[in-house]
């Protein structure tokens, strides 16, 4: 089953065409890497099929129903209903324990705040972070941050997890570390996922790949050697 289908999505800044005309098809349970060169358009094109950015033509379908053209308060509700994310860094609120950070999506979905406190902990325990719940993002590594991050992107119960970079900060091994619960955790959950990079050892984590390259999808043998 086709879970988000996005079809000639092109978005402009300015001069610069960020995206020129990308289609792609995520299926239920499905990992995609989204590679390319820097600047080739990987972040616009998660922006979009997240609902972050509307695109200048071209739509997103999210299980057949049209995301993309919302008002940016649809499109917001869209985000907290139905997706999760992980960034870089800097994601987690730092005056807050983890435990908070994990459980807030929850709430700000209609949760109580000790519902989705015991949720968070149970979340937190099953990435393996049993005890740091009470730390706050500076008190921990940077591979358990983004396990917290994992956590909070799992929380809601999201159709799709979006994910830019998510190893961007981290040594090789911890990176590893990091997507093989990103991937395990977010397959487990029954989310797709769709993983912005340029690391090749982080696509590999993903099923299927994407590379793009001047906001266009380059196939054949030399996608792969970007
Ligand atoms: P990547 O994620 O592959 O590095 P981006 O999607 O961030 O690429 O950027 C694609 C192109 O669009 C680049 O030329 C970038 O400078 C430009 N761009 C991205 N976001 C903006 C923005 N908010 N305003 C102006 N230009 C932007
Ligand atoms: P990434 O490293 O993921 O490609 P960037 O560092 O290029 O991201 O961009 C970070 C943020 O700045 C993004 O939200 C992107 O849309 C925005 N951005 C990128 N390029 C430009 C630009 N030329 N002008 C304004 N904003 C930009």
Known sequence: QVRLAARGLV???G????????????????SLAVMGPSGSGKSTLLHCL?????????????????????SDRERSLL?????????????????LPAVENV?????????????????????????GLAGMEGRRPGE????????????????????VVFADE?????DQATGADVMRVLTEATRAA???????????SVAAWCSRRLVIVDGREVRGPLAGAR
Not at 51 to 61: M, R, S, T
Not at 140 to 159: H, N
């Open 11 to 13: 978005k402009r800044f």
């Open 15 to 30: 001069a610069t065409v960020a995206l020129d005309g990308v289609d792609l098809d995520l299926a239920d349970g499905e």
């Open 50 to 70: 997240a609902g972050i950015l509307a695109p200048d033509q071209g739509g997103v379908a999210l299980r057949g129903r049209d995301v993309s053209s919302g």
């Open 79 to 95: 985000r907290r209903r139905h997706y999760g994310f992980v960034f870089q860094f800097g994601q987690l609120l730092s005056e």
């Open 103 to 127: 459980a807030l999506p929850a709430m700000l979905l209609g949760t109580s705040r000790r519902e989705a406190t015991e949720r968070a902990r149970q979340w937190l325990a099953s990435l």
């Open 140 to 159: 921990l590594s940077g591979g358990q941050a983004q396990r917290v991050a994992v956590a909070r992107a799992l929380i809601t119960g999201p159709d």
């Open 166 to 170: 998510p190893t961007g900060a981290l």
């Open 190 to 200: 029954g989310a797709s996922l769709v993983v912005v990079t340029h690391d090749e």
